[in-house]
């Protein structure tokens, strides 16, 4: 419970909050496209209470998202331009057969480059207004959702799809989110986030919260 608690606090900050980054703040991996997963690479996803999912890497950005017994695949599109912040790679509505009462995903995939760690755990506190004002502008209760929405897409941070679903990140910054929702049409969307954290453009360490034992990453040749 503790730990779902601190997700949600986390995750209604830099949603809510407009924890806006200037454009130069966000870098694209090593990686040619700003993603995160290379061939082979495999990142699970268990959390028994909610949805357990695993995400494999295929060839250039192909995906493979198994759950509940079955496995689909989709081709992420890289971004050519910067959208809410970082570039990467994304599908906006990928049409699958249906299963398990979902038969549509959106997923994004992308780095995020921090400019030093008080900035990072800045945007991961709800109750420090200081440290919001010194670095995004302004505090949570002073812009809504619906005015973030018509900020430029090259300065605003994205939102993590697991605020009411599945969130886990590891200490060294990778994170995982999930969920599932109803809708449109017949069946539902399956929402699938993985973001890679960085603080001038080196892994992080000790995020706070994190749960190792919630993601588990293995890497195997195609």
Known sequence: MRHNQSLLIILTCLIFSGCMFPAEEMVKSKHPDGTVMTEGMTISI????????????????LRYYTWHGVTRSAELTPRSKMWNGHYGAYTPGYEWPFYDGINRLIAEEAVLNFRDYDHLLCAFSSEDDNC???????T?????????????FENRLPSWFGLDGCTAYT????????????????????????????????????????????????????
């Open 132 to 138: 919001r004002i010194k670095y995004f502008g302004y």
């Open 46 to 61: 268990l959390i028994p209470d909610c949805l357990s999912l695993s995400i494999r890497a295929g060839n250039g950005l």
């Open 171 to 222: 200490d060294d910054g990778l994170l995982v989110s999930v969920k599932k929702a109803a809708g449109p049409g017949y069946g539902g969307t399956l929402y699938v986030t993985v973001f890679r954290l960085l603080v001038n453009s080196a892994p992080v360490t000790a995020l706070p919260g994190s749960d190792k034992e919630r993601l588990t990453i293995t890497y195997k040749s195609e």
């Open 140 to 152: 949570p209760g002073e812009i809504s959702i619906e005015d973030i929405k018509k900020m430029d």
